[in-house]
């Protein structure tokens, strides 16, 4: 058996699957080769241009260096273990065998499929840039780099997932990301031991302090622009392959209320804007709850002619007013699951079915009321106000909801009064999720509820205590 | 550091003021009368100065004050000392419980709920007592702006309903009454040994005694508005009006239009009024795990807390007896912990100054 059959030999009884294609072929001289690729990662093509072809000019006495001085492709690497050229196969790039010699190359040739580069679904913007990350890690590395051209910029890559080998990237700065903080998520992430990692979110469960938590332990970002304006203000960003969600660390709660568009608005507009996303999650978490409570517990909340206007709507209704909005909220949370999922052409029919019908006719039955129905579809709009809260927000609305029904309005503000308590004190990796409200950070309020003009966000964020503290130097002069 | 001055200016200004809202305005209108303004300015006055002998003196140390009482007489007197201020800050939080129970019971509920509708605080009062300084500092950063815009608010829909010619004539009450109500106002009001408390556990800077005092008496000032505002409404028939301030914005002429808002400001302003009743219960909870050793502070919070549940459900509807009680006897522990045992604090060792 030749060398190039043992090698070969070696390779097949790893890897058997049948989409490991063994490509051999000969120089004109009569030198055998062997190159062994995953069938559907690796670019087949290139593979003929930059390997076959010019190999084909070999000469049967030439040695390894010879061969390959004579490759075209721009990523060889010289290899000699058998386990990493497995590796290297199962990552989508090739192993080449020369007949002959123990030692092989590999090459580069790994070209997943993957879609093109597109605006995000979710962070969507009028004004701005508009490209969004994909499930490609090197693109998305590649969409960060074009952003950040700094000698500073660093890059840890990181494998994770027994058998995924998902790569996950670590992207950070130098000198602008705290001391130690890439290394402790690295050490965090390394230590978790999993089957597969299909996207990032498995990630942002490993690095948080508490996974269990009700809220986000982890920034996310879909938008290579917003990513890197995060990175350059000392955070860390993880890029997991197979995933177009980046994440930030550490995170605060109130860049949920942060749009992307808000840094390309004017800073009146900005706040305006901020401070309405507040406002609207407060009132669709509570207001299901209060309208239960005032119904319930304390009439005097409602003013008297809207009073008047309730009373006349419920009346004769079967259930109380708990219950009706119960399963007002339950309806309406069966019709977004159901209209996530379903096809789009059904959907349209769903929307009608469920938002018309259900709705009108349940209301003219008299099992709803027309005021439980605008509630609790307004308190939904609110909560879309802020997408990236919804998974919290939505469990709060429902918290909020028992615990009106049963304890009325003081059980409410006693659940407010937790919850402040509650998210006081977390904190991840130094940073406390209620920064810079709690504790208070000046310098950082420029840039929380309020944006202020660009001119006036000179420092990067406090809470970070990055070594680099200055981020916008300008000519006094000017101002 | 644990807590920081301005988290301590921010308990100052904002607890100060919720702790008087309730019950306080209706005990002192009752004996000082249309000079219970004096009443309260005179209890001010020396908690004033008490608050800033103690924030001078964390000018001069490092240490806690636990550590002081260490120093000077030995562990074993102070573990003592620490238990003591355990139960101070247990008892003087009793009377507190049972007026927010009433309170809650009047502002939250149409009709006379049942007092299980109360107890759920104490879950809360578990959860934010088994907490540290740390909590504490950051709970007042969000308690401060949100007390703020309540006050503002509830300020500005009372004071155009105010007339403060009801004040006049001043000093008609006998002088005897007027300290009567400051002695009898001022039993369950515990702020001087909220610092003492804090002593050593934050970095002093110059000049952050004046800071403290400052905020104090900013807080002073404007439970004084308050009072000035709710006798400028109300007149003579002050005495009568139960939980204050949630009859001052009652005239206001927009709510006929828009509903009771102001009880949407109260709501808010509950929260920090939690903040304010839990604050003491952290503080008994820091105080026995420093007398005792034992560090889990759950477990004590529990135990604590409690207490607290037995007590309210055994008092329920006594509360007048209770507060008669407080009011006649708790005002020596009061003026033993809140003033003479922190001006004292002054001849233990210091060690080196700052």
């Given at each position: 058996m030749t060398t190039l059959e043992k090698n070969i030999k070696a390779i097949k009884s790893v890897l058997s699957s049948q989409d490991i294609l063994v490509f051999e072929f000969k120089s004109e001289a009569g030198k055998k080769f062997a190159a062994i690729y995953a069938d559907g990662i690796a670019d087949k093509q290139l593979l003929g241009e930059l390997v076959v072809k010019p190999l084909r000019a070999v000469k049967p006495d030439d040695k390894l260096e010879d061969v390959k001085q004579l490759l075209a492709s721009p990523e060889v690497k010289d290899c000699d273990k058998i386990s990493d050229g497995i590796k290297e196969i199962s990552d989508g790039n090739a192993v080449l065998f020369v007949d002959g010699e123990k030692d092989f190359f590999i090459i580069g040739l790994k070209c997943p499929p993957v879609r093109a580069v597109a605006e995000p679904p979710t962070q969507i913007t009028v004004k701005g840039p508009r490209e969004g990350f994909i499930e490609d890690v090197k693109t998305n590395l590649g969409l960060i780099r074009k952003r950040i051209k700094s000698d500073k910029l660093q890059i840890k890559t990181v494998k994770v997932g027994e058998r995924s080998d998902t790569a996950v990237a670590l992207v950070y700065i130098d000198g602008v990301c705290p001391d130690g903080l890439p290394e402790k998520i690295e050490k965090e992430i390394a230590a978790n031991k999993i089957d597969i990692v299909p996207d990032s979110s498995y990630i942002s469960q490993f690095i948080a302090k508490k996974p269990r938590s009700l809220f986000k332990r982890c920034g996310t970002c879909e938008k290579p622009d917003i990513f890197c304006a995060k990175v350059c203000e000392g955070r860390v960003g993880i890029v997991a392959d197979g995933s177009p969600i980046a994440l930030t660390v550490p995170y605060m709660i109130v860049e949920d209320f942060q749009s992307a568009e808000d840094y390309y608005i004017t800073s009146y507009r900005a706040t305006t804007l901020r401070i309405l996303r507040l406002l609207s999650v407060i009132i669709g978490v509570i207001l299901p709850a209060l309208y239960i409570s005032a119904q319930l517990f304390k009439i005097q909340i409602i003013p008297l002619q809207l009073l008047l206007k309730i009373s006349s709507s419920v009346?004769?209704?079967?259930?109380?007013p708990s219950v009706e909005m119960f399963l007002t909220l339950f309806v309406l949370e069966v019709l977004n699951e159901a209209s996530i999922r379903m096809p789009k052409y059904v959907g349209l029919a769903l929307s009608v079915v469920g938002a018309l019908v259900l709705g009108d006719t349940a209301v003219k039955a008299g099992i709803i009321s027309t005021p439980a129905i605008i509630i609790i579809a307004f308190s939904a709009i609110c909560l879309y106000t802020v997408p990236n809260l919804v998974e919290t927000t939505t469990t709060l609305r429902w918290l909020f909801l028992i615990i009106s029904g049963s304890l009325g309005p003081f059980g409410m503000v006693l659940f407010a009064a937790f919850l402040i308590c509650y998210l006081a004190t977390e904190q991840d990796y130094g940073v406390p999720l209620m920064a810079p409200f709690a504790p208070l950070v000046k310098n950082d309020l420029y840039d929380s509820m309020v944006k202020a003009n660009i001119n006036n966000l000179?420092?990067?964020?406090?809470?970070?205590?990055?070594?680099?503290?200055?981020r916008l130097q300008s000519d006094e002069n000017k101002r | 550091m644990k807590i920081n001055v301005r988290q301590i200016c921010f308990i100052m200004a904002a607890y100060t003021v919720v702790a008087r809202l309730l019950l306080f305005p209706m005990e002192l209108s009752n004996i000082s009368g249309r000079d219970y303004l004096f009443s309260a300015l005179a209890g001010f006055a020396v908690q004033t100065v008490v608050i800033w002998a103690v924030a001078y003196l964390c000018s001069r140390t490092q240490k806690t004050f636990f550590q002081l009482l260490e120093d000077t007489f030995g562990n074993i007197v102070a573990r003592i000392i620490y238990g003591l201020f355990a139960l101070f800050f247990m008892a003087g939080t009793l009377v507190p419980i049972l007026e927010h129970k009433l309170y809650v019971h009047a502002i939250f509920y149409d009709t006379l709920p049942s007092l299980t509708v109360f107890l759920p605080f104490f879950f809360f009062a578990v959860f934010a007592a088994s907490k540290g300084f740390k909590n504490i500092g950051r709970s007042a950063d969000i308690c401060f702006p949100l007390f703020a815009l309540c006050f503002v608010f509830i300020m500005v829909m009372s004071f155009g309903e105010?007339?403060?010619?009801?004040?006049?004539?001043?000093?008609?009450?006998?002088v005897t009454k007027i300290f009567g109500g400051t002695v009898a106002g001022a039993y369950r009001f515990v702020e001087p040994c909220w610092l003492l408390m804090f002593m050593g556990h934050f970095e002093y800077k110059k000049g952050d005694a004046a800071k403290i005092t400052v905020s104090y008496a900013v807080a002073a000032a404007l439970v004084l508005l308050f009072l000035a505002v709710l006798y400028g409404i109300y007149?003579?028939?002050?005495?009568?009006?139960?939980?204050?301030v949630s009859k001052?914005?009652?005239?206001?002429?927009a709510i006929d239009m828009l509903g009771r808002i102001d009880l949407l400001v109260l709501y808010v302003m509950e929260i920090v009024m939690l903040f304010w009743l839990v604050l003491n219960i952290q503080l008994a909870v820091q105080c026995i795990s420093e007398c005792t050793g034992y560090k889990d502070k759950f477990i004590i919070s529990l135990a604590v807390n409690a207490v607290f549940i037995v007590l309210t459900v055994t008092l329920d509807h006594k509360f007048s007896a209770v507060q008669g009680f407080f009011a006649s006897w708790f005002w020596i522990a009061t003026l033993l912990f809140t003033v003479i045992f922190p001006l004292c604090a002054w001849a233990l060792k210091k060690g080196a100054k700052r």
């Open positions: 009346a004769g209704l079967a259930l109380s000179k420092r990067r964020p406090e809470v970070f205590r990055s070594k680099n503290k200055v | 105010a007339k403060f010619a009801e004040l006049l004539p001043v000093f008609k009450t006998p007149g003579s028939i002050t005495p009568s009006r139960q939980f204050a001052t914005a009652l005239y206001f002429p």
